[in-house]
Each structure stands twice: as C-alpha cells, then as structure tokens.
C-alpha cells in the first residue's frame, strides 16, 4: 500500500510492504524497515526494531495527522487526489461539509430535481448530512458514488 504523503512539508513516499500480527516493513526514503508491534493503545503505539523499542503517540485533525516518534514530531498529511474547484455561487451548498463517507446518491446525470429533493446523503463525524436540491434544475455531474471517501469543501455535484 503506496501513500504520498506531505510530512513537515516535505513530498514523501510510504509504503507499507507487509502488515501481519508480528511484523511490520515499511519502505520510506528508500529504506525498509522491520518493526513488532509490542503495544497498541488508543493514540500510542510501542514498536520494537532491533534491540529498541520506539513510542509512537497519534493525533490528527480535520487535514493532518500529528505524530510524536521517540520525542520527535511529524506533521503528516495525505496529497489530496481530489482537486477542489472553485465553486460559485449557484453551486454552493453541493459542496461535502466536512470529510466523511458518501452513503447514497438519490441523484444521476441529466435527472431533473425540484427545490429541497435530497440530493445525497453523506457520513460526517457519526452524523448524517443530507444534500439538498436549493432550486430547481438538472443534475449535470456527479462527482462521486455510493461509499466514496470525499474530503471537506469539495464539490459533490453541480447542477444546472
């Protein structure tokens, strides 16, 4: 599993070569590395490499994943394959709140919707968020399918 990732502001590759119960190799900065996992808690992780153990404490917020590695922090966050567009302003409101999990799409290309028809419905925070038709018109694109990951702020359909 290849991720792109931006840690500290710098482009980096990550690979996760084998994740098993007793054993984890990772390919960074064109090394690999073997680890065990000793401990698994909420937001630590104790790894063992060698003779050395190595504490791993997790947070993240909406964009980034902060990590404090044997003191040292990182600042992670994922290259984003989803391009935001600029939205204008009959187009705000198809837009993701926040990231979260598309669940249904009520809608196809070319179908014609009145004002408050849902739209989608899309998992947020233990929440669902109905998207909601804000005029009459015609869906002219949608952007994503049953169970896509969105992140926030992106555009989720445009109509016309």
Do not use: C, W
């Amino acid at each position: 599993m290849k991720k792109d990732l931006i840690i500290n502001g710098e482009n980096e590759v990550f690979e996760v070569l084998k994740s098993s119960e007793g054993k984890i190799v990772i390919s960074f900065q064109g090394k690999e590395y073997s680890f065990e996992p000793i401990h698994r808690g909420k937001n630590e992780l104790v790894l063992k490499r060698g003779e050395n153990l190595h504490r791993i404490f997790h947070g993240y917020s909406a964009k980034e994943h902060f990590f404090s590695i044997d003191g040292r922090d990182l600042t992670i966050e994922k290259k984003s394959k989803q391009k935001s567009k600029k939205v204008s302003e009959s187009q705000k409101g198809y837009q993701s709140p926040m990231p979260g999990k598309i669940l249904k799409v009520f809608v196809k290309n070319g179908e014609k919707v009145i004002k408050g028809q849902v739209l989608l419905i899309m998992e947020a925070m233990k929440m669902e968020h109905s998207i909601i038709a804000v005029k009459d018109g015609i869906i002219k694109k949608v952007h994503f399918k049953d169970g896509d990951y969105v992140e926030g702020d992106i555009q989720l359909l445009e109509m016309e």
